[in-house]
């Protein structure tokens, strides 16, 4: 599946309008970046992935944002591994 990018919690690495290619499995690689379906608010966000302690951590690659800490109060499923970035000119 693809996603189209919006915003730019994830510059430099993809940018906003970007195309990114998503292969659909259930969990990632630390360190690698993922298709998220936050379920409160059922948006998907592009983000890589960090386990520390049993907690996961969303990481955007744009450090004017904050990670984000999945619990209870933030639940989350991954949706997939992100595969390629397509950019229009």
């Known amino acids: 599946m693809y996603l189209k990018a919006k915003g730019d919690s994830m510059n430099p690495t993809i940018r906003n309008g970007d195309l990114v290619l998503v292969r659909q499995q259930p969990d990632v690689e630390d360190g690698e970046i993922a298709a998220v ?14 386990r520390s302690g049993g ?16 619990t209870s109060d933030t639940p989350a499923r991954i949706l997939g591994k992100a595969m390629q970035v397509t950019s229009n000119l």
């Open 55 to 70: 907690v996961v951590i969303l990481l955007p690659d744009n450090q004017d944002y904050e990670p984000i800490v999945l």
């Open 37 to 50: 379906l936050m379920l409160e608010t059922n948006e998907a966000t592009l983000k890589r992935v960090k």
